[in-house]
């Protein structure tokens, strides 16, 4: 039915173990006059965040905008981004693939588009590592989810009909130590790094650019957008 609503963290610090400098959230939705669709957006921003002296970035925005025209919501990452990222001593470089998830913005679109564009099928079963998993490190594979799937033709999908995309690519080599797959860094004797984890379902989206897997997890930036075509009563 439309509104706004916000949040704010003051900066943060446990131990020498890790801190921030401050996050904020922000939801609003609203009717578009001119459209007459409901528009919705969901953002997540912390800055100056020091997980162990390991990873530390400036700061760090998820942003997720929907649009509801009556059937599949339109749900768009548009406005995610990090900015100054490093991890284990070196700045993160990553290939963005927010535009493209912003024009796929329905599991139909997407669905479509990976069943009709073999540049783009290859380059997804490229980076979910499917038939290659050798090639990830033993704490990477639990976060591709499809790399062992035998139907290549449907573009893979959980049990819940959710498919999980990376926003980005790390374009970093590996090095001793460092060992980088996709959308993820492994530190050793650290833990794993995963970046811009997206979960694409029918009437939802969620974004998680943070995730720092230390046996047990640790997130930052995430956020939420969904909906259907009913009105509440």
Known sequence: MGGYGSARQEPYRLLEYISHGGSTSEVKGSRNPRTGQNETSATATIR???????VLLDSCTAQLSSAHPGDEPRISPQGSFFQNLRVAGRTIELE????????????????????NDAPFRRQFLEEAFVGNEGALHEKQRKFFSWRNITNKDTLPSNKAGATIVPLFKVLNPSAPGFHVSGNTITV???GTVV???LVIGGHERRLTMLHVDLGSGLSACAVGSNGGTTDPN
């Open 48 to 54: 100056d965040l020091n997980i162990d002296n390991v």
């Open 96 to 115: 963005s693939r927010v535009d493209l998830y912003s024009t796929l913005d329905t599991l139909k679109k997407l669905s479509d588009h990976y069943k």
């Open 188 to 190: 050793e004797n650290f």
């Open 195 to 197: 970046l811009g984890e």
